[in-house]
């Protein structure tokens, strides 16, 4: 299973390739667009998540490590902040 973000593409693609498909029954049609959809949906809750992941990594980067604690959930601890040095 692909988890990454840059995953996300991977899959998108690989939708529209299905949707694509010119043999597709219109049952088949209907199918592939109800799973379109539902990948939009989980798509578009990935990349909010990343993007708050992406403003709390800023949001300490910014302002220092004294607020690592609080966004840790969020940012775990790979992120560095430099704004202090």
Partial sequence: ???KLSDLNDHL???????SDEDLTPEQIEQESKRGEAIVNVAEQI???????????TFVATHGD???PA?????????????EE
């Fill in 71 to 83: 966004l840790s959930g969020l940012i775990g601890k790979s992120v560095t902040a430099e704004a």
């Fill in 47 to 57: 990349i909010r998540n990343a993007d708050l992941t992406f403003k709390a990594a």
């Fill in 1 to 3: 299973m692909k988890n």
């Fill in 13 to 19: 693609f690989a939708q529209l390739e299905r949707l």
């Fill in 66 to 68: 004294r607020y690592r």
